[in-house]
T-cell receptor
Framework: EPEVTQTPSHQVTQMGQEVILRCVPI?????FYWYRQILGQKVEFLVS????????KSEIFDDQFSVERPDGSNFTLKIRSTKLEDSAMYFC?????????????FGEGSWLTVV | KQEVTQIPAALSVPEGENLVLNCSFT??????LQWFRQDPGKGLTSLLL?????REQTSGRLNASLDKSSGRSTLYIAASQPGDSATYLC???????????FGKGTKLTVNP
C-alpha cells in the first residue's frame, strides 16, 4: 500500500539552528500538509500546500516556518531558527483531493528535539 | 472555532470485550470525520472516514457512527485484542478549510 515517508525519524538540534524536515507524499496525491504534536498534546495543523503554493496555514505557521516542493516528489518543512518550544513530532500528510470523502494519509513523523 | 473532545482519555479492558470510544465536536458543520490509530512514538494510521451525509462506516471489527446534528461520533471495537492497544484519535474537517481538527485521543489498553 502506498505510504507517506518522512526523514529524518529523529533529529536533535541546537536552539537557533535551521532544520529541514523532508517528506515524500503518496505519488499521485495533490495536496500536502504538515502537522505537529507536542508531547502530550493534540495534533495541530500547520500548513496545507497545493499547486506549488500555500493554500491554508495556522497561526502557528509564522515567518520562521516555510514549505517547499523542490521537485516532483519531495515536500519539505524548514524551521529557520529553532526554539525550545519547537520540540515536537512533525507529521507530513497527503491527500488526493479535498472536501467530502477525502482521506488524509499521514507519515510516521519526525521527532524534533531542540536543546 | 471547532473543538473536538474525546472521552474517556484512557480505557483499560480485558481481551474479548466490546468497547465504545466517544468523540464530540462543537460545530456540526463538518465535511468529514476521520478516526485514526496512533501507536506510541509512531504516525497516524487512518481507520475510517465518515462523510457528513453518512451515518456509519465499517471496517472489520471496527464500526464508526456519526450523529452530525448532535455533534457526536462513536468508534465501536468488537472482540478487542491486545494488538488493538493504541491511542485512538478523532478528527474533523469543515467546509472552506482543508485542515483536520483533532481531539486529544483515547488511550486504549487491552489486557490479555
Amino acid at each position: 500500500e502506498p505510504e507517506v515517508t518522512q526523514t529524518p525519524s529523529h533529529q536533535v538540534t541546537q536552539m537557533g539552528q535551521e532544520v529541514i524536515l523532508r517528506c515524500v507524499p503518496i505519488s499521485n496525491h495533490l495536496y500536502f500538509y504538515w502537522y505537529r504534536q507536542i508531547l502530550g498534546q493534540k495534533v495541530e495543523f500547520l500548513v496545507s500546500f497545493y499547486n506549488n503554493e500555500i493554500s491554508e496555514k495556522s497561526e502557528i505557521f509564522d515567518d520562521q516556518f516555510s514549505v517547499e516542493r523542490p521537485d516532483g516528489s519531495n515536500f519539505t518543512l524548514k524551521i529557520r531558527s529553532t526554539k525550545l518550544e519547537d520540540s515536537a513530532m512533525y507529521f507530513c500528510a497527503s491527500s488526493l483531493r479535498t472536501g467530502r470523502g477525502n482521506t488524509i494519509y499521514f507519515g510516521e513523523g519526525s521527532w524534533l528535539t531542540v536543546v | 472555532k471547532q473543538e473536538v473532545t474525546q472521552i474517556p482519555a484512557a480505557l483499560s479492558v480485558p481481551e474479548g470485550e466490546n468497547l465504545v470510544l466517544n468523540c464530540s465536536f462543537t460545530d456540526s458543520a463538518i465535511y468529514n470525520l476521520q478516526w485514526f490509530r496512533q501507536d506510541p512514538g509512531k504516525g497516524l494510521t487512518s481507520l475510517l472516514l465518515i462523510q457528513s451525509s453518512q451515518r456509519e462506516q465499517t471496517s472489520g471489527r471496527l464500526n464508526a457512527s456519526l450523529d452530525k446534528s448532535s455533534g457526536r461520533s462513536t468508534l465501536y471495537i468488537a472482540a478487542s485484542q491486545p494488538g488493538d492497544s493504541a491511542t485512538y484519535l478523532c478528527a474533523v474537517t469543515q467546509g472552506g478549510s482543508e485542515k483536520l481538527v483533532f481531539g486529544k485521543g483515547t488511550k486504549l489498553t487491552v489486557n490479555p
